[in-house]
């Protein structure tokens, strides 16, 4: 019998290393990858509170479809600035862009 | 349902996809027609939007929308930075030829859009999508002049900081959707106000990495200073003033409304003294003016932070916390843009954007340095200037709370930027320069530093009818 608790244990898996991901590698398009990783995170939660906390209504599955959306325009938006400063640095390599330090 | 009632965002709207088309057909050398449509176009939002301020508060939409005094106000805040903005953006891209000129100024409606829509947000799921509009553009933005390499590096690390920022916001939403099995503000208010506080800490705290981002509060502030020196300088502008004012309103809207305030009073008390006092201990050492002022824009988040624990600690209906809040969010949008549009000015005409190329500004562009004297006492907080009246709401906020040690330490801070914020002055009136060739600011430099030092003044001299307009915005928070 899978639970509420089997699905949140997996999200806070999938949380936690999609954050490691975004804040260890240092490879741009692998922090995207990382960030992704959070946002169905955030997804896995929404649906499985909509079918065990809050069965009534579609909030959590609508939420979820609309964050997918959102994660496709914020790949798009992140691989054209990583494309832009690529043209500029001529790598991907985040810890290469430090024209500013404190 | 009445449209009346979200005229202001469907005028922005319709604006922002017009000034698409115009943007098309206008020739590269005559970009600027399209800023000046985004201006007065923004202009004319601000009529409906006052018209707001005199609507009974009630919930559009199926309870996702809020129309209440509240969000009125930042309404004409978001659509008076816009202006600002673009005027300075204006300035900014004169004999200066840039690839995306005319898209910078639609992007600039669109965002005092989102920010509208942030303000007013009152369901989880629309909240998300307003600051993911709002987040969006300001990367692109941020990123736009793609031949400056600072700028491309500002644009990838804001989108970092940011999307890590907002992912973790989300995950935050997801807890507090299970817990009170809603996404609506005032439906999770009652839901959520029996859970156990533990639990609401770490809601809070997730939620607050999201929000928290786009105030710069420590310790999610770090994209700050680096953002603000690479991205253009009237973008760094926008931040500094239209995102900061939309997060401060969704914040206080989230807290306010929906999470008990045992889950972030103590832990918001702490974050505030924290980040006055590293914005302000770092800002001493700054020798870029962009980079100081970033520092500094962290530090008067920290102060405007009392007034929202403030607002939790007092039990009066008064809610002056929250009016602090008001006020100071309102004098800062023309005191911080003021000072952006005067390292615009010196941007021309020195070609720097180090302080101590500052040295002889007053003689030579005496309205500009004038200008920025004005900015900088009024960030400082001395008086007759705006925000000695927003600083005095809200340590006065913060003693009726029972927070004075909050208030001390604000004080105590005040006093440190004192240092240098008047150094930027001493540089400008004392220190003798290489060059003394008088240097003219342009027609519509002038205008705009006389508009903002205008309005700081006023705010400073005569601050009663714009402290009855946040204490009747501040009233109708909950709807």
């Known amino acids: 019998m899978i639970t509420l608790g089997h699905y949140l244990v997996l999200s806070a898996l999938v949380f936690g290393l999609g954050l490691y991901a975004a804040l260890s590698r240092r490879n741009a398009v692998a922090m995207l990858m990382g960030i992704e990783l959070m946002l169905n995170a955030a997804n896995i939660n ?23 959306t959102l994660a496709a325009c914020e790949a798009a938006v992140g691989l054209a600035l990583i494309l832009a400063a690529y043209r500029r640095f001529e790598t991907t390599y985040v810890d290469d862009l430090h024209l500013m330090r404190w | 349902m009445n449209l009346g009632l ?34 007065a176009g923004l202009a004319l939002a601000l009529v409906p939007s006052w018209g707001l301020l005199g609507q009974p508060a009630r919930l559009m939409f199926g309870g996702a929308y809020a129309v209440d005094a509240f969000a009125a106000f930042f309404k004409i805040v978001a659509a008076v930075s816009g202006i600002l903005v673009l005027l300075a953006a204006m300035a900014f891209f004169r004999d200066r030829p840039a690839e995306h000129e005319g898209e910078v100024y639609v992007l600039i409606v669109f965002m005092v859009l989102g920010l509208v829509a942030m303000a007013a947000a009152a369901d989880l799921i629309l909240l998300f999508l307003a600051i993911e509009f709002v987040s969006l553009i300001s990367y692109v933005l941020a990123g736009s002049l793609k031949a400056d390499a600072k700028s491309s590096e500002a644009g990838v690390k804001y989108f970092f900081f940011g999307a890590v920022a907002s992912a973790t916001m989300l995950y935050g939403f997801s807890y507090l959707y299970g817990a009170g099995g809603s996404t609506n503000l005032y439906q999770l208010g009652p839901r959520l106000a029996g859970l156990p506080t533990p639990f609401l800490v770490v809601a809070a705290v997730l939620v607050l990495a999201g929000l928290g981002f786009k105030t710069s509060l420590v310790p999610f502030h770090q994209w700050t200073p680096d953002v603000y020196e ?54 001493l050492s700054q020798q870029n003016i962009k980079r100081m002022l970033a520092y500094s824009s962290i530090a008067h988040a920290g102060y405007m932070m009392i007034g929202v624990v403030a607002l939790a600690a007092s039990p009066t209906p008064m809610g002056s916390g929250v009016t602090a809040v008001l006020y100071y969010l309102l004098a800062y949008v023309f005191t911080n843009t003021g000072a952006f549009g005067v390292v615009i000015a010196a941007e021309r005409l020195l070609g720097s954007d180090a302080i101590p190329d500052y040295a002889g500004f007053g003689r030579r562009a005496p309205l500009a340095a004038f200008a920025m004297t004005v900015f900088m006492l009024s960030l400082t907080g001395i008086p007759p200037t705006a925000l000695f009246w927003g600083k005095l709401s809200l340590f006065g906020a913060a003693l009726q709370s029972g927070l004075g040690w909050l208030a001390v330490v604000g004080i105590l801070n005040s006093a440190l930027s004192l240092y240098y914020y008047l150094g930027v002055v001493r540089v400008m009136y004392v220190q003798v320069p290489a060059d003394t060739a008088p240097a003219s600011e342009g027609l519509l430099t002038r205008a705009l530093l006389v508009a903002a030092a205008g309005a700081t003044l006023v705010l400073g001299i005569y601050p009663e009818p714009f402290v009855r307009l946040v204490q009747h915005a501040s009233l109708l928070l909950r709807v």
């Open chain 2, 6 to 39: 979200i005229a202001p965002e469907l005028w922005l709207g319709l604006l922002g996809l017009g000034l698409l088309l115009v943007e098309m057909i206008t020739g590269s050398e005559s970009k600027r027609v399209v800023g000046w449509i985004g201006a």
């Open chain 2, 230 to 283: 690479g991205a253009p300088t009237p973008v760094t502008a926008l931040l500094s003033v239209g995102s900061k004012a939309a997060a401060f309103a969704a914040l206080l809207r989230v807290l306010y409304v929906a999470l008990p305030p045992g889950a972030w009073v103590s832990v918001l008390a702490v974050l505030a003294a924290v980040t006055m006092s590293v914005g302000n201990l770092l800002a």
């Open chain 1, 46 to 68: 929404l649906v499985a509170f909509n079918k065990y906390a809050a069965p009534g209504a579609m909030q959590g599955q609508i939420f979820a479809l609309i964050v997918i």
